[in-house]
């Protein structure tokens, strides 16, 4: 079992940044795929970024590449978002998920691939 909270969501202006941290419970952090997704006022959860486990291969969605940077510190068992030259249109609830892979390859970008999550923290970006 993995409990996940996330934290430093807030209320920014537009070109402004902000970091989510998501500190995890348990012992064995660097073994769990970790991402990002996040849901606006109507939609859908939507993938933002994600990390895998030991190697650290980062993966991201067309729309936050270049301005979103997805890292984590196994010794601190967190993963964080820094993000960067923020838009309104990146107002959501951000969720902190994690899932095991039993195998390899890249980490997944569905909601569904994660057996993990946060409660959310709400970004506000204001134009």
């Known amino acids: 079992q993995v409990q996940l909270v996330e934290s430093g969501g807030g209320l920014v202006q537009a070109g402004g940044s902000l970091r989510l941290s998501c500190a995890a419970s348990g012992r064995t952090f660097s073994g769990y795929r970790m991402g990002w997704f996040r849901q606006g006022p109507g939609k859908e959860r939507e993938f933002v970024a994600a990390?895998?486990?030991?190697?650290?291969?980062?993966y991201y969605a067309d729309s936050v590449k270049g301005r979103f940077t997805i890292s984590r510190d196994n010794a601190k068992n967190t993963v964080y978002l820094q993000m960067n030259s923020l838009k309104p249109e990146d107002t959501a609830v951000y969720y902190c998920a994690a899932y095991r892979a039993a195998v390899g390859g890249p980490a997944s970008r569905s909601p569904s691939g994660y057996d993990y999550w946060g409660q959310g923290t709400q970004v506000t970006v204001s134009s």
């Open positions: 990390i895998t486990g030991n190697s650290g291969d980062t």
